[in-house]
């Protein structure tokens, strides 16, 4: 059998005519990858088998899916997550159980609006469980002296407002609700007149979620103008909806912690990643020019403080070491800093925009993503900073790079490669496989294949795909 040695292989320059071509260069090079600048086949895919396969939000088919996940288990088992439509994964935040936890948010079911983010947790016993991000408050507490109205000439009168908030059996607690109103048809709104110690009739609570397990009450504490919000009582989730509602005595001293600020994120929040300091990142299509932030060990909790606007509407986010990139239609962006109240927001070189969300990946602290001008790659230049680069402008003309139609890419990493798949116009595919070699060089092969979706388990160090038409 014939062979062909090729010692150094730069890969495929179809913008260049076959007579321009350098040594080492190809007008094709197919099936095959570059690794070290040596030509090898390209690896046959094998078949999953074993795996759990879970087909979420309506999915009836695999070869439906937009997006896959890996959903490890503790003792290293795991399951495939699918969905109909452009979906984002993020580890859970919670170590100190035996759950595991999974942060998914984007559009489950596929119908071109995004959904409320949520937890897939498993339980050794219960299995799994779907449980929201987003918390709505309940309403505000309708409350009375049950010694009745207060004599005008008592002596040190205190006023004061109650609050209400939620928790869960996880702990977690919802963001506060309005201002108590004093008892009455309606209710007034205004302070309540008491005495240090009396007890408070609280109005049976009618809107308690079904996800809470207690009703915490807080008051702001006498003597305050605009005083502190301190911690008064729990009353079970039964208790407080009794039909006779619940009473409390009040004592100033006996006031516990401040209440926390919970503020929930928006209910449309997508593409939530993990960013190191124990916080995440996301961003809402109602808002499509702000990234948003959580609070620190907080999913739920996601403050008005902690957001930060860019001039482009928002694509998708990408996160390496403390930075979060925010890839948009016109300009990228990267906000960096290890606290999420005090991110920088810079605006990189451009513009470069992103049209594909699943175009988007991050290696080696470099984020790579689709543009209508090529492969651009966002990194760390010794004497420019953060930039922006065109990784194919020398070797896809502007015409041939959008005849692969990059607004349909599907794109993942893997073995110091780039596999890129593509749904041509025609509705035929073409496969790009670019290795990534040092100073930003790369090396592009064409291949076969066709995926509608692709996740890496970085665990095992493997990508999956779904195979377009299986």
Not at 28 to 57: D, F, S, W, Y
Not at 347 to 363: E, F
């Given at each position: 059998?014939?062979?062909?040695k090729?010692?150094?292989?730069?890969?495929?320059?179809p913008?260049q005519?076959?007579t321009?071509?350098a040594?080492?260069?190809?007008?094709?090079a197919?099936?095959c990858?570059?690794?070290t600048g040596?030509l090898?086949p390209l690896r046959e895919?094998?078949?999953?088998?074993?795996?759990?396969?879970?087909?979420?939000?309506g999915?009836?088919?695999i070869a439906?899916a937009?997006?896959m996940h890996v959903?490890r288990r503790a003792n290293?088992?795991f399951?495939f997550?699918?969905?109909?439509g452009?979906t984002?994964?993020?580890?859970g935040?919670?170590?100190?159980?035996d759950?595991?936890?999974i942060v998914?948010s984007?559009d489950?079911d596929?119908?071109?609006t995004?959904?409320?983010p949520?937890?897939?947790?498993?339980?050794?016993v219960?299995?799994?469980?779907i449980?929201?991000?987003?918390?709505?408050?309940i309403?505000?507490p309708?409350?009375?002296?049950v010694?009745?109205?207060?004599?005008p000439s008592?002596?040190n009168i205190r006023y004061?407002r109650?609050?209400y908030?939620?928790?869960?059996?996880?702990?977690?607690?919802?963001?506060?609700?309005?201002?108590?109103?004093n008892a009455g048809?309606?209710?007034?709104d205004?302070d309540l007149?008491?005495?240090?110690?009396?007890s408070?009739?609280f109005a049976a609570?009618?809107?308690i979620?079904e996800?809470?397990?207690?009703i915490?009450?807080y008051?702001v504490?006498?003597?305050?103008?605009e005083g502190?919000?301190?911690?008064?009582a729990e009353r079970?989730?039964?208790?407080a909806?009794a039909?006779?509602g619940?009473?409390?005595?009040?004592?100033?001293e006996?006031a516990?912690?401040?209440?926390?600020?919970?503020?929930?994120p928006?209910?449309?929040l997508?593409?939530?990643h993990?960013v190191?300091g124990?916080?995440?990142?996301?961003?809402?299509?109602?808002?499509?020019?702000?990234?948003?932030f959580s609070?620190i060990?907080l999913?739920?909790s996601?403050?008005v403080?902690?957001?930060?606007d860019?001039?482009?509407?928002?694509v998708?986010?990408?996160?390496?070491?403390n930075s979060?990139?925010?890839?948009?239609?016109g300009?990228?962006?990267v906000?960096s800093?290890?606290?999420?109240?005090?991110m920088?927001?810079?605006?990189l070189?451009g513009?470069a925009?992103?049209?594909s969300?699943?175009?988007?990946c991050?290696y080696?602290?470099?984020v790579?993503f689709v543009?209508?001008q090529?492969?651009?790659?966002?990194?760390?230049?010794a004497?420019?900073?953060?930039?922006?680069?065109?990784l194919t402008?020398k070797?896809?003309?502007?015409?041939q790079?959008?005849?692969?139609?990059?607004?349909?890419?599907?794109?993942?990493?893997h073995?110091?490669?780039?596999?890129?798949?593509?749904?041509l116009?025609d509705?035929?595919?073409k496969?790009?496989?670019?290795?990534l070699m040092?100073d930003?060089k790369?090396?592009v092969?064409?291949?076969?294949e066709?995926?509608t979706?692709?996740?890496?388990?970085?665990?095992e160090?493997?990508m999956?795909f779904?195979?377009?038409?299986?």
């Amino acid at each position: 059998m014939a062979t062909v040695k090729i010692d150094t292989f730069g890969g495929i320059a179809p913008r260049q005519h076959p007579t321009q071509l350098a040594d080492g260069m190809a007008v094709t090079a197919h099936n095959c990858r570059l690794k070290t600048g040596k030509l090898v086949p390209l690896r046959e895919p094998q078949l999953v088998e074993g795996p759990n396969i879970l087909m979420e939000n309506g999915l009836a088919d695999i070869a439906d899916a937009q997006s896959m996940h890996v959903w490890r288990r503790a003792n290293g088992a795991f399951d495939f997550l699918l969905y109909k439509g452009v979906t984002w994964s993020a580890p859970g935040n919670i170590a100190a159980d035996d759950l595991t936890r999974i942060v998914i948010s984007g559009d489950r079911d596929g119908d071109g609006t995004v959904d409320a983010p949520v937890v897939y947790m498993r339980d050794p016993v219960a299995g799994k469980t779907i449980y929201p991000i987003v918390k709505d408050p309940i309403g505000y507490p309708v409350v009375s002296r049950v010694a009745g109205p207060i004599d005008p000439s008592e002596a040190n009168i205190r006023y004061t407002r109650f609050f209400y908030t939620w928790v869960d059996k996880y702990h977690m607690e919802s963001p506060v609700s309005l201002p108590s109103r004093n008892a009455g048809t309606p209710p007034v709104d205004d302070d309540l007149q008491y005495l240090d110690g009396d007890s408070i009739q609280f109005a049976a609570i009618s809107d308690i979620p079904e996800l809470a397990v207690s009703i915490r009450v807080y008051k702001v504490v006498t003597g305050t103008q605009e005083g502190r919000i301190q911690f008064v009582a729990e009353r079970d989730k039964d208790a407080a909806a009794a039909s006779g509602g619940f009473s409390v005595t009040v004592k100033d001293e006996d006031a516990g912690e401040i209440m926390p600020e919970i503020e929930a994120p928006p209910a449309d929040l997508s593409c939530i990643h993990d960013v190191p300091g124990a916080f995440y990142c996301g961003f809402s299509p109602s808002m499509p020019k702000t990234v948003c932030f959580s609070d620190i060990d907080l999913l739920y909790s996601w403050p008005v403080a902690y957001r930060y606007d860019v001039a482009d509407n928002l694509v998708a986010l990408a996160v390496t070491s403390n930075s979060v990139f925010a890839l948009t239609e016109g300009w990228p962006y990267v906000l960096s800093g290890t606290a999420p109240e005090s991110m920088s927001v810079a605006k990189l070189a451009g513009p470069a925009a992103c049209v594909s969300p699943r175009g988007v990946c991050v290696y080696r602290n470099a984020v790579y993503f689709v543009s209508n001008q090529g492969l651009m790659v966002i990194a760390n230049s010794a004497d420019a900073g953060t930039v922006c680069q065109n990784l194919t402008d020398k070797i896809f003309t502007k015409d041939q790079w959008l005849a692969l139609n990059p607004s349909s890419c599907v794109m993942g990493q893997h073995d110091g490669a780039l596999f890129l798949y593509f749904t041509l116009a025609d509705g035929t595919h073409k496969g790009l496989t670019i290795d990534l070699m040092d100073d930003m060089k790369i090396a592009v092969t064409t291949h076969d294949e066709a995926a509608t979706c692709l996740c890496v388990d970085v665990k095992e160090d493997k990508m999956y795909f779904v195979r377009e038409g299986v």
